[in-house]
Nanobody
Framework: QVQLVESGGGLVEAGGSLRLSCAAS????????MGWYRQAPGKQRELVAT???????DYGDSVKGRFTISRDGAKNTVFLQMNDLKSEDTSVYYC?????????????????WGQGTQVTVSS
């Protein structure tokens, strides 16, 4: 079974930094892209950052210049370095991967989500 396990969330003061990690495990054939999304109470889930297997990156407008996404392809892991955190960054952060995995005798391509990790920024 393919799964994503996130870590690194927590409580930080405004202006501080956190680093999130997300590791994919299971019978993975390949990963096309990994990324982070976030969802605050009462709001829609929004893009934070994504990175493709060719290391092309994309960022949400509100985090550009403050957050950096990177990836360790050999370990199927994606990182999100978050600097200059603001109270409005408080949210549950979800890891996402678009990947192909082995399902008995066939390959399946799907989007997989992690369980989410809470990031709280105090002002």
């Amino acid at each position: 079974q393919v799964q994503l396990v996130e870590s690194g969330g927590g409580l930080v003061e405004a202006g501080g930094s956190l680093r999130l990690s997300c590791a994919a495990s299971g019978p993975i054939h390949s990963i096309d892209a990994m990324g982070w999304y976030r969802q605050a109470p009462g709001k829609q889930r929004e893009l934070v950052a994504t990175i493709t297997n060719r290391r092309r990156t994309d960022y949400g407008d509100s985090v550009k210049g403050r957050f950096t996404i990177s990836r360790d392809g050999a370990k199927n892991t994606v990182f999100l370095q978050m600097n200059d955190l603001k109270s409005e960054d408080t949210s549950v952060y979800y890891c996402n991967a678009i990947l192909t995995y082995y399902d008995t005798t066939r390959l399946v391509t799907d989007a997989i989500w992690g369980q989410g990790t809470q990031v709280t920024v105090s002002s």
